[in-house]
């Protein structure tokens, strides 16, 4: 079975620009999140969705990031525009149960802002 | 959530057991303790987790104590592949699955 999958595994792209993550989670997994860790910080929650709702987006750091999960499937995570603070290594986790469960991570993607 | 403390760092002797403290004294009684570790350059990965009874899967043991204010994670014959980063998380079921990850503890296996 595949585990979580994360396009591109790096991204660099110029101030002012825009990215877009994107986030396979397993195959049935109802719960899809979305971390990042900035450097020399610790890895920090961003959103939870539930199927195609979003859960929990209290770490959602502003309004310049957009998360979406189309018919509870895939999901991507939208920066615009990227600013230098949001360099980074994003993480999206995937889970199956009720959110009492293990959380499958995958490798994540390196945001470079430059 | 309930802090976690953890050494910043350790080390371990290839083949020998590993043992990650974890003091978590604030704890709730319906609060989980889980461990994951990151492996460089890739994602958390999932260890093992428990309520109030000693765990053991495949990859590691899990021991809380009676009064569950702290936790051993041990890893029984340290491999050099086992050098990571080791979170202690202690989350709610009503936290949605949200995960807040400390400093953890890097662990360093050598020969």
């Known amino acids: 079975e595949a585990g979580v999958t994360q396009f591109p595994s790096h991204s660099v792209i110029e101030k002012g620009q825009t990215v877009t993550l994107r986030c396979d989670p397993i195959?049935?997994?109802?719960?899809l999140y979305w971390y990042r860790r900035v450097m020399g910080k610790e890895i920090k929650f961003l959103l939870h969705?539930?199927?195609?709702?979003?859960?929990?987006e209290s770490g959602m750091p502003n309004n310049r990031f957009l998360a979406e999960r189309t018919g509870g499937t895939y999901s991507t995570l939208k920066v615009q525009p990227a600013e230098l603070e949001d360099s980074g290594v994003y993480f999206c986790?995937?889970?199956?149960?009720?959110?009492?469960?293990?959380?499958?991570f995958g490798p994540g993607t390196r945001l470079t802002v430059t | 959530d309930a802090k976690t403390t953890q050494p910043p760092s350790m080390d371990c002797a290839e083949g020998r057991a590993a043992n990650l403290p974890c003091n978590h004294s604030?704890?709730?009684?319906?609060?989980?303790v889980y461990w994951y570790r990151q492996i460089h350059s890739q994602g958390p990965q999932y260890i093992i987790h428990?309520?109030?009874n000693n765990e053991t899967n495949e990859m590691a043991s899990l021991i809380i104590t009676e009064d569950r204010k702290s936790s051993t994670l041990i890893l029984p014959h340290a491999t050099l592949r086992d050098t990571a980063v080791y979170y202690c998380?202690?989350?709610?079921?009503?936290?949605?699955?949200?995960?807040?990850f400390g400093q953890g503890t890097i662990l360093t296996v050598h020969p």
């Open positions: 986790a995937s889970s199956g149960g009720t959110g009492r469960h293990e959380q499958y």
């Open positions: 195959s049935g997994h109802d719960n």
């Open positions: 969705f539930v199927k195609e709702s979003k859960q929990d």
């Open positions: 604030t704890i709730s009684g319906n609060e989980y």
């Open positions: 428990g309520l109030k």
């Open positions: 998380i202690v989350r709610p079921p009503w936290s949605y699955g949200k995960l807040t």
